[in-house]
């Protein structure tokens, strides 16, 4: 039984799995973003070039290790680690073989919500610790797009919550495999303001104010470089796959059995359809200046996502 | 060996002006547009030097900027090379023994490939890219 458990952490739905997710969803957000601007993208490492994020990855395990003189070095080098743990930790309460996550416990969505915060204070860490102006910056911009994406989000999510009557993200999943409809359908609203507080928690391109590379370098990943930014890339990556599984599991069914095809599967079609819907927005829209990201949020973003709320209460949603 | 194919299979650019006249610059720019997708071979325009394997300089080097470009060359992590797009960066061209001028790149910093050319074309400047994967890949760089 331990050695069971043991190998679901580590290699089936559990870490090597998700690092292997992790790998392809880039490789497939890549390929997705090179063709909708008409070109090929990766195409001679690995067959169509699969093996070209491993590739990026390895090399820069492979670069030197460059720590600044001016950093805060204890800080400098444990944010990456945080940083790649956070999202892989998160990814085990989300249900990915079966109809109930690895380690999922009641309030586990408030859980996410927490992770999602401390990854955001993570990000801010290690842009203050490089004690570079661009990086302060870019850390700085970071935490100001946390304080305003962060209550549309959580609205949203409670939506699905309030919807299933439970707080786990596993109860949502069984609640909407018993009802045999999915919070998409019950809750567009709530799944479009998700959507785009995802985009905005990933800084993909239209919130990519953080790293705004025509303005602030490379924004709070300035300074690092070889094996913490190696480290950061499959963070980037990991929060990539967790985003697009709180989407499938909240909103479009999670891993649902459909016939004689496993749970997986389904899971892994639906969560590829959502990384293709980030890389195209990615590709469609430009960056929002700061203040039009924070009115946004605020003036519009904030008050819909109430009315969905409302919607639920009044049984419309629901 | 199997750093060297990692090596040669995600070469991550950055480029840097040393006070050329922007004609190189606009053919690099080219270069990396969706026309000529260079990111098949895995290149990647980085704007900070300590994401990028690939110094590409373009322009004679000023008196002014000389510092700044073995700054610039210092902040890049091991393994980094360095390729001299256009004729200025090669040799100094037609700006040599000018009064302000340091002369080619490789007076200042040491030079792994040459592209020739006033512009050189963006075909050319893959070229030239792809002979230093190339080398990359048979080792013949320390490191």
Not at chain 1, 14 to 37: H, I
Not at chain 1, 201 to 228: H, M, N, Q, Y
């Amino acid at each position: 039984m331990l050695a069971y458990d043991l190998f679901q952490l580590i290699v089936f739905p559990g870490a090597l799995f998700l690092f292997c997710l992790a790998f392809l969803y880039e490789w497939v957000d890549r390929k997705f973003f090179a063709k909708v601007q008409n070109r090929y993208g990766p195409l001679y490492t690995g067959t169509l070039g699969l093996l070209q994020p491993v590739a990026d990855f390895l090399k820069l395990l492979y670069k030197e290790d460059l720590v600044p003189k001016a950093c805060d070095r204890n800080i400098f080098s444990s944010v990456p680690i945080v940083y790649v743990v956070l999202p892989l930790t998160t990814l085990f309460i989300i249900p990915i073989s079966g109809q109930t996550g690895l380690v999922a416990f009641n309030g586990d969505l408030i859980f996410v919500m927490f992770i999602f915060a401390l990854m955001t204070i993570t990000v801010f860490l290690a842009g203050w610790s490089s004690m570079s102006r661009f990086s302060i910056i870019g850390s700085v911009r970071s935490a100001l797009q946390m304080l305003s994406y962060e209550i549309p989000l959580g609205l949203a999510l409670i939506g699905p919550a309030i919807a299933a009557k439970s707080l786990s993200i596993s109860s949502i999943v069984q609640w909407q495999s018993a009802n045999a409809t999915w919070g998409l359908w019950l809750q567009p609203i709530g799944f479009g303001v998700f959507f785009i507080c995802m985009l905005a928690e990933l800084e993909l391109v239209p919130f990519d104010i953080p790293e705004a590379d025509t303005e602030i370098v490379a924004g709070w990943r300035t300074e690092f470089s070889g094996r913490k930014l190696a480290m950061f890339r499959l963070g980037r990556d990991l929060e990539i796959v967790l985003a697009s599984a709180l989407v499938t599991s909240l909103f479009l069914g999670g891993a649902q059995p459909l016939g004689l095809i496993p749970p997986v599967l389904v899971f892994l079609v639906k969560s590829l359809f959502v990384v293709i819907m980030l890389s195209f927005a990615r590709a469609l829209f430009a960056r929002f200046r700061i203040d039009q990201m924070i009115a946004g949020m605020w003036k519009y973003l904030l008050p819909i996502a109430i009315l969905q709320i409302i919607l639920i209460q009044l049984g419309l949603g629901v | 060996m199997a750093s060297r194919w990692v090596r040669s299979k995600s070469p991550w650019l950055i480029h840097f002006n040393t006070g050329g006249c922007n004609g190189c610059d606009i053919e690099f720019v080219a270069a990396i547009t969706p026309r000529f997708d260079i990111e098949r071979f895995g290149i990647i325009l980085q704007g900070s030097p300590r994401h990028a394997d690939i110094l590409a300089v373009t322009g004679p080097v000023t008196l002014q900027i000389a510092d700044r470009l073995k700054r610039v060359y210092e902040q890049m992590p091991d393994p980094k090379f360095v390729v001299a797009l256009g004729a200025c960066a090669v040799s100094g061209s037609p700006f040599k023994d000018c009064y302000s001028v340091h002369g080619g790149v490789d007076t200042v910093i040491p030079v792994d490939a040459y592209v020739p050319g006033c512009a050189p074309k963006p075909e050319a400047m893959i070229y030239g890219i792809a002979k230093l994967i190339q080398k990359m890949r048979g080792g013949d760089k320390n490191g």
